[in-house]
C-alpha cells in the first residue's frame, strides 16, 4: 500500500475510533518498514487533531473523544517501543523529567514527546499525567536531573507551568534545572512570559530543544 493511502487510513482510524484498525495499520507500517516517528506524525496526530475540530463545531461529544484516544493510544503501544529500539545513534547524554501538569489528563503528546527523547538516547523520567507540582521537583531531586519538561493541554492548567517555575525559585532551585513546556495552547510567548527556559512545539522539536539546552550548560 502506498505511505499517503495508509496515513489516511490511519488518520480515518482515529476519527471513527476505530481501535482495531488503528492497530492492524501501525503493524502494517512496522512491516512496511515505515519510520514510526513519521507514521505518528503523519498518519495519526492529524486523525486526533480532527477530532479536536469535530469537538469543537460540536459535531463529536466526549465519548467519541474518547473512543479515538483510545484508539489513539493503542496505535501507540504499538509504535512506541519500535521508536526506542531504532536509536539513530544520535546519543546525548541527560536526565529528563517529564509528566502532565496537575488537573491534566491528557497524556497522548507527551507520552510521544518521552518515548522520542528516550530513543534518542536521554534518560526519561516519565511521572504520567494530573502530576502535582512538587512532585516535578522531587522526582528532578531524587534523579539529578537536567530539564523538567510540563505538558498541559488545557488553557486553564497552563498555570501550572508558570507555578512550578515559580516554586523552584522558591525552593532556590530554578537555576539548577532547565524548564521547558509544551501542549497544544501553549505558545513561545507564553513560555518566555513564566520564565521557563524553552518551548517546543512538537516531539521532534522537543529533542531539539533539549540537547540544545544541554550544550549549553555543558559543565554546570
Ligand atoms: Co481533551 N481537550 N478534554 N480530551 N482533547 C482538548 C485539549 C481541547 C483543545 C478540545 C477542544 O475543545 N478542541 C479542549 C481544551 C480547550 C481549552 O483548554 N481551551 C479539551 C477539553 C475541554 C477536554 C475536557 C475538559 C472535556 C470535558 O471533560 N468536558 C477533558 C479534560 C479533562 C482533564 O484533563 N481534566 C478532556 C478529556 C479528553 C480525553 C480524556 C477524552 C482525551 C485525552 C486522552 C489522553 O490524552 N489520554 C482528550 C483528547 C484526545 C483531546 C484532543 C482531541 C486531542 C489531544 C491530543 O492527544 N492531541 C484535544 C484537541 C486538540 O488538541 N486539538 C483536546 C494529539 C497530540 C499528539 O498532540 O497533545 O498537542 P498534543 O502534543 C503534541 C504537542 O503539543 C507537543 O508535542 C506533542 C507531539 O507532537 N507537546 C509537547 C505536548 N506536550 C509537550 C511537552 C513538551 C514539548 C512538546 O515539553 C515538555
Known sequence: MEKEKIY?????????????????LAEEALKLNLDPTEVIEKGYIPGIQKVGDLWEKGEYFLPELIASSEAMKAAMAILEPEIKKRDKGLKAKGKVVIGTVEGDIHDIGKNIVASMLQASGFEVHDLGAD???????????????DIIGL????TTTMIG????V?????????????????GA???AEW???????GYA????????????????SKGR
Not at 8 to 24: D, F, T
Not at 131 to 142: G, M, P, Q, R
Not at 151 to 154: D, E, H, N, P
Not at 201 to 216: F, I, M, P, R, S
Request: charged residues 30%; proline residues 1%.
Open 161 to 164: 507551568q508558570k507555578k512550578l
Open 166 to 182: 515559580e516554586i523552584l525559585k522558591e525552593r532556590q532551585l530554578r537555576e539548577r534545572y532547565k524548564v521547558i513546556v509544551g
Open 185 to 187: 495552547p501553549v505558545t
Open 131 to 145: 502530576v502535582k507540582l512538587e512532585k516535578f521537583i522531587d522526582k528532578a531531586e531524587e534523579v539529578g536531573a
Open 151 to 154: 505538558s498541559a493541554l488545557l
Open 8 to 24: 489516511s487510513l490511519m488518520s480515518l482510524a482515529i476519527i471513527e475510533g476505530n481501535q482495531e484498525e488503528a492497530i492492524r
Open 201 to 216: 512545539e512538537n516531539a521532534v522539536t522537543a529533542v531539539h530543544l533539549v540537547k540544545e539546552l544541554l550544550g549549553q
Open 191 to 197: 513560555a518566555k512570559s513564566i520564565g521557563a527556559d
